[in-house]
């Protein structure tokens, strides 16, 4: 089993950073791919970045990778998500999430790839 610890979050002004982070424990080796998601309000959860091993990150698009910036600490697998220029679009509930089979793409940004989740942290961006 994996457990999963999401921190970071809270509430900042428009074009501020910041930095999430999840901190994963349990059967860590047996982790293929990390991933963070977002959730707005009344919105489905999307995917953002992931990273896997021997693939590295990916990010779901160029708007994602221009404000977003997902790494990894690849001793204890503490997943890390940057983000600039925060906008109020941007607030939400942000999920880490991880699981331990190798899989296409597309599929590392869907919800339904992933077995273990965090329980999120909320990011406010005020205007």
């Known amino acids: 089993q994996v457990q999963l610890v999401e921190s970071g979050g809270g509430s900042v002004q428009a074009g501020g950073s910041l930095r999430l982070s999840c901190t994963p424990s349990?059967?860590?080796?047996?982790?293929?791919?990390m991933a963070w998601f977002r959730q707005a309000p009344g919105k489905e959860r999307e995917g953002l970045a992931t990273i896997c091993t021997n693939i590295g990150s990916t990010y779901s698009d160029d708007s994602v990778r221009d404000r977003f910036t997902i790494s990894q600490d690849k001793h204890n697998k503490t997943l890390y998500l940057q983000i600039d220029k925060l906008r109020p679009e941007d607030s939400a509930t942000y999920y880490c999430?991880?699981?331990?089979?190798?899989?296409?793409?597309?599929?590392?940004?869907?919800?339904?790839?992933?077995?273990?989740w965090g329980q999120g942290t909320q990011v406010t961006v005020s205007s």
């Open positions: 349990g059967i860590i080796s047996s982790i293929y791919c």
């Open positions: 999430a991880a699981d331990w089979r190798p899989t296409s793409t597309g599929n590392r940004f869907q919800t339904a790839h992933y077995i273990h």
